[in-house]
């Protein structure tokens, strides 16, 4: 496998990151600011909304109270391409439907009012904006009932304080309608401009925590990403007391058989989360990489996982020369990838390629990916 | 018994009390001015001579008897070493700190035993005991606290102070000064104090001769037997329990999923670049017996650590230039909380305090500033 190869593993790992944790900051900025406000305010990080025959999945969505809602999408770049934008919006257009969101007491509601949020990457979100409000509003192509409010983020890194930053893109006009919320401080006027569109910052502090509660976001994780997870946080939990004293006794390095089968170990993993709706198919992903890094095999009733200790400088002898840095010596994703990269075979490799041609796929219906957003 | 010598006091009994081993401690050190008596300071949630016995099942090659004593447990430790196929045997005594998770092993055998028998039946039955780290800040203080309970006018002199760099390797010793100004010299250098042998002087009578270290070991050398057990070990205990209370049962609730958040607060700003966020991502790799995964480096930090001993596993963020928070698992031990902390003090910086406060936020946090 190239070292390109690698490199977009590498990427991707960062990339679904850096997707959980903006996921993390609405979902840790809306509860502190409305949910004390709103009986049944409910943060849905894992949605899958009936529509009609088709199933939805946006990345989040909102209920605040039977007056207002939201449905949230974190999209890639908008493409130049006219006709690629159109086919964008589409996906978005089927947002803006009577759709039955979660709220706190378990159920479904419809908002009298949806809104749809799309999250963009700064640096080109002037250019989108006015592109989509030339399409939307100019041409007439689209005619939402529900506003598609444009937001675009930006990673402050100042070294001191270092956020997340949110503001309403206001090249395309359209504001939060939540003016029936019952609240001083509505995402209308914190964004909107009688607020003088003001900043979103969310800050580590902020969302850590729900980065912990929920690793994942409703999207496929790539399989490097949700094998660290069930190594240092679900595999553990396969091990008993006795097995336990063998690693004390050799730090580790005894490689200990578990075996898991996909619906058990997703299973898991959703209660881990508590209420995740994790899908199979992207835990089987998961094993299957694991796979090709020679960690897992696949045997007819599930797979059987290497499960071991990685410390530092253990299988490390095909280090490339300059590359000794810490986090490629010592660090549990780039251990997984660079055994990937090494011991992936042809057919193996196939088969990973295969998921992310289910993923562009489900895009065309479902949702869009995450693509090289970041 | 203990290593105290049969000449003592405690020979005549067979069921002694703990006040009847101070008086031992005190004749044995009388006639042997040269020995000591070692102590080893530990964290326990539960009582740990069920998990000294089980040891017996775990070991073919070690044994290990015990003796309720009412007050303090007796335990005969003998085991042959793998490597070289010596036989190691002695006893300690290990007893409770009241209303505490504290419990104190001690011996007067010599430093293999404490080491090899002593040492080696507390290191097996991690993590269901932990090792307990005092900062030097910590240290200083327990000598404050001890130099005030003793005699307004006794005065503290350090004999030999051991101290070290928090970012490189190297060892810095101090001798006979005062111990405030040890520790100042060792803080305006940057550094961290490790172990401190000293001594207290009333009227220039030496009333004790001891030794406190950062990893829950202290020493008694010579003076009065009840000054050591009444205040200077209490005292050093006091901060074990301290750190009991903030690192035990801090798991995620698997009824609720809800977590607690251990959150470190550095008094300096020690996370500016990212070079310092590395540091602390080779301070947590290089911690034994465990891994990370990291998720985020730059310019904030995000890492799993995941512990070997038992499966607890915790995230680490750095949250701003002096937090950093330790978010741990539904498997989140004493043992394993207590190690990375002290990995944060002892690699990076000693400053800090650690606060267990959960955090709420309005709309003002998020706008505005």
Same mark, same amino acid.
């Given at each position: 496998?190239?070292?390109?190869?690698?490199?977009?593993?590498?990427?991707?790992?960062?990339?679904?990151?850096?997707?959980?944790?903006?996921?993390?900051?609405?979902?840790?900025?809306?509860?502190?600011?409305?949910?004390?406000?709103?009986?049944?305010?409910?943060?849905?990080?894992?949605?899958?909304?009936?529509?009609?025959?088709?199933?939805?999945?946006?990345?989040?969505?909102?209920?605040?109270?039977?007056?207002?809602?939201?449905?949230?999408?974190?999209?890639?770049?908008?493409?130049?391409?006219?006709?690629?934008?159109?086919?964008?919006?589409?996906?978005?257009?089927?947002?803006?439907?009577?759709?039955?969101?979660?709220?706190?007491?378990?159920?479904?509601?419809?908002?009298?009012?949806?809104?749809?949020?799309?999250?963009?990457?700064?640096?080109?979100?002037?250019?989108?904006?006015?592109?989509?409000?030339?399409?939307?509003?100019?041409?007439?192509?689209?005619?939402?009932?529900?506003?598609?409010?444009?937001?675009?983020?930006?990673?402050?890194?100042?070294?001191?304080?270092?956020?997340?930053?949110? !503001?309403? =893109?206001?090249?395309?006009?359209?504001?939060?309608?939540?003016?029936? %919320? &019952?609240?001083?401080?509505? $995402?209308?006027? #914190?964004?909107?401009?009688?607020?003088?569109?003001?900043?979103?910052?969310?800050?580590?502090?902020?969302?850590?925590?729900?980065?912990?509660?929920?690793?994942?976001?409703?999207?496929?994780?790539?399989?490097?990403?949700?094998?660290?997870?069930?190594?240092?946080?679900?595999?553990?939990?396969?091990?008993?007391?006795?097995?336990?004293?063998?690693?004390?006794?050799?730090?580790?390095?005894?490689?200990?058989?578990?075996?898991?089968?996909?619906?058990?170990?997703?299973?898991?993993?959703?209660?881990?989360?508590?209420?995740?709706?994790?899908?199979?198919?992207?835990?089987?992903?998961?094993?299957?990489?694991?796979?090709?890094?020679?960690?897992?095999?696949?045997?007819?009733?599930?797979?059987?996982?290497?499960?071991?200790?990685?410390? !530092?400088? =253990?299988?490390?002898?095909?280090?490339?020369?300059?590359?000794?840095? %810490? &986090?490629?010596?010592?660090? $549990?994703?780039? #251990?997984?990838?660079?055994?990937?990269?090494?011991?992936?075979?042809?057919?193996?490799?196939?088969?990973?390629?295969?998921?992310?041609?289910?993923?562009?796929?489900?895009?065309?219906?479902?949702?869009?990916?995450?693509?090289?957003?970041? | 018994?203990?290593?105290?010598?049969?000449?003592?006091?405690?020979?005549?009994?067979?069921?002694?009390?703990?006040?009847?081993?101070?008086?031992?401690?005190?004749?044995?050190?009388?006639?042997?001015?040269?020995?000591?008596?070692?102590?080893?300071?530990?964290?326990?949630?539960?009582?740990?001579?069920?998990?000294?016995?089980?040891?017996?099942?775990?070991?073919?090659?070690?044994?290990?008897?015990?003796?309720?004593?009412?007050?303090?447990?007796?335990?005969?430790?003998?085991?042959?070493?793998?490597?070289?196929?010596?036989?190691?045997?002695?006893?300690?005594?290990?007893?409770?700190?009241?209303?505490?998770?504290?419990?104190?092993?001690?011996?007067?055998?010599?430093?293999?035993?404490?080491?090899?028998?002593?040492?080696?039946?507390?290191?097996?039955?991690?993590?269901?005991?932990?090792?307990?780290?005092?900062?030097?800040?910590?240290?200083?203080?327990?000598?404050?606290?001890?130099?005030?309970?003793?005699?307004?006018?006794?005065?503290?002199?350090?004999?030999?102070?051991?101290?070290?760099?928090?970012?490189?390797?190297?060892?810095?010793?101090?001798?006979?000064?005062?111990?405030?100004?040890?520790?100042?010299?060792?803080?305006?250098?940057?550094?961290?104090?490790?172990?401190?042998?000293?001594?207290?002087?009333?009227?220039?009578?030496?009333?004790?001769?001891?030794?406190?270290?950062?990893?829950?070991?202290?020493?008694?050398?010579?003076?009065?037997?009840?000054?050591?057990?009444?205040?200077?070990?209490?005292?050093?205990?006091?901060?074990?329990?301290?750190?009991?209370?903030?690192?035990?049962?801090?798991?995620?609730?698997?009824?609720?999923?809800?977590?607690?958040?251990?959150?470190?607060?550095?008094?300096?700003?020690?996370?500016?670049?990212?070079?310092?966020?590395?540091?602390?991502?080779?301070?947590?790799?290089?911690?034994?017996?465990?891994?990370?995964?990291?998720?985020?480096?730059?310019?904030?930090?995000?890492?799993?650590?995941?512990?070997?001993?038992?499966?607890?596993?915790?995230?680490?963020?750095?949250?701003?230039?002096?937090?950093?928070?330790?978010?741990?698992?539904?498997?989140?031990?004493?043992?394993?909380?207590?190690?990375?902390?002290?990995?944060?003090?002892?690699?990076?910086?000693?400053?800090?305090?650690?606060?267990?406060?959960?955090?709420?936020?309005?709309?003002?946090?998020?706008?505005?500033?």
């Amino acid at each position: 496998m190239s070292s390109d190869s690698r490199e977009e593993l590498l990427k991707e790992f960062n990339v679904y990151d850096k997707a959980v944790d903006i996921v993390s900051c609405w979902e840790s900025s809306l509860k502190y600011i409305y949910g004390e406000e709103f009986d049944r305010f409910y943060f849905d990080r894992f949605p899958s909304l009936d529509a009609g025959e088709k199933k939805l999945t946006p990345d989040f969505t909102v209920f605040f109270d039977e007056s207002y809602g939201l449905i949230g999408e974190v999209k890639r770049t908008f493409p130049d391409d006219r006709k690629a934008i159109l086919s964008e919006l589409e996906q978005i257009a089927n947002y803006d439907d009577d759709l039955g969101l979660k709220h706190a007491e378990g159920g479904r509601a419809v908002p009298e009012t949806c809104d749809i949020i799309i999250i963009i990457e700064g640096s080109s979100a002037p250019q989108i904006g006015t592109r989509l409000k030339r399409i939307i509003t100019e041409e007439d192509e689209f005619d939402f009932t529900a506003n598609p409010v444009l937001i675009r983020y930006h990673f402050n890194q100042d070294a001191l304080m270092s956020r997340y930053e949110f !503001q309403r =893109v206001t090249q395309l006009e359209f504001e939060f309608q939540d003016d029936n %919320l &019952d609240v001083e401080d509505s $995402l209308s006027y #914190i964004l909107g401009e009688e607020g003088e569109y003001q900043t979103l910052s969310v800050y580590p502090k902020h969302f850590s925590s729900f980065k912990v509660r929920k690793p994942i976001c409703n999207d496929a994780p790539p399989g490097p990403y949700l094998a660290t997870f069930l190594w240092h946080k679900i595999f553990p939990e396969y091990l008993n007391e006795d097995q336990y004293e063998i690693w004390q006794a050799t730090n580790g390095q005894k490689r200990i058989p578990v075996e898991v089968s996909v619906g058990g170990l997703t299973q898991r993993v959703n209660n881990y989360m508590h209420n995740g709706t994790v899908k199979q198919v992207w835990v089987r992903r998961a094993l299957d990489f694991l796979c090709g890094a020679d960690l897992a095999e696949e045997d007819g009733s599930g797979y059987t996982i290497r499960f071991m200790g990685f410390v !530092q400088d =253990v299988g490390e002898e095909n280090i490339q020369e300059g590359s000794q840095e %810490l &986090d490629q010596t010592r660090e $549990l994703a780039n #251990i997984f990838i660079r055994r990937y990269s090494e011991s992936v075979t042809q057919e193996e490799e196939a088969r990973m390629e295969e998921y992310d041609e289910d993923d562009e796929r489900d895009d065309s219906t479902e949702q869009s990916g995450l693509g090289d957003f970041g | 018994m203990y290593g105290l010598g049969e000449s003592s006091d405690l020979g005549a009994y067979s069921n002694c009390s703990l006040s009847q081993i101070r008086r031992g401690i005190e004749s044995y050190l009388k006639e042997n001015s040269r020995s000591s008596v070692s102590f080893k300071s530990i964290v326990a949630r539960e009582n740990p001579i069920e998990q000294f016995d089980f040891l017996n099942t775990r070991f073919n090659k070690g044994s290990v008897e015990i003796v309720d004593h009412g007050d303090h447990y007796e335990v005969d430790v003998t085991r042959e070493i793998k490597r070289s196929g010596r036989t190691v045997s002695g006893s300690f005594a290990i007893f409770n700190h009241e209303d505490t998770q504290v419990w104190t092993a001690f011996t007067a055998h010599g430093s293999d035993f404490f080491e090899r028998g002593l040492g080696w039946v507390i290191s097996k039955c991690e993590p269901h005991i932990s090792e307990f780290y005092a900062t030097s800040r910590d240290l200083e203080t327990v000598l404050d606290m001890f130099s005030e309970a003793v005699d307004y006018n006794s005065k503290i002199i350090v004999t030999q102070a051991v101290a070290y760099s928090h970012r490189e390797e190297g060892e810095i010793s101090y001798k006979t000064r005062p111990y405030p100004e040890v520790f100042r010299a060792a803080r305006d250098g940057g550094n961290y104090v490790d172990s401190v042998l000293f001594k207290s002087m009333s009227e220039d009578e030496v009333n004790l001769e001891a030794t406190i270290t950062r990893d829950g070991t202290t020493k008694l050398s010579s003076g009065n037997v009840e000054l050591y057990f009444n205040y200077l070990l209490e005292d050093y205990v006091s901060f074990g329990q301290k750190k009991a209370e903030l690192f035990t049962n801090k798991e995620r609730s698997r009824d609720t999923g809800d977590i607690q958040e251990i959150e470190v607060k550095f008094a300096n700003p020690v996370f500016q670049s990212t070079k310092d966020n590395e540091d602390l991502i080779g301070a947590l790799a290089d911690l034994s017996r465990s891994s990370v995964t990291v998720y985020h480096k730059n310019p904030y930090a995000h890492i799993s650590v995941l512990d070997f001993n038992d499966g607890s596993s915790c995230d680490v963020f750095v949250t701003d230039s002096k937090t950093v928070k330790i978010v741990p698992s539904y498997r989140g031990s004493t043992n394993f909380l207590m190690r990375i902390s002290d990995k944060l003090y002892k690699d990076l910086d000693e400053s800090a305090v650690e606060l267990t406060e959960q955090q709420s936020y309005g709309v003002e946090d998020f706008v505005g500033g």
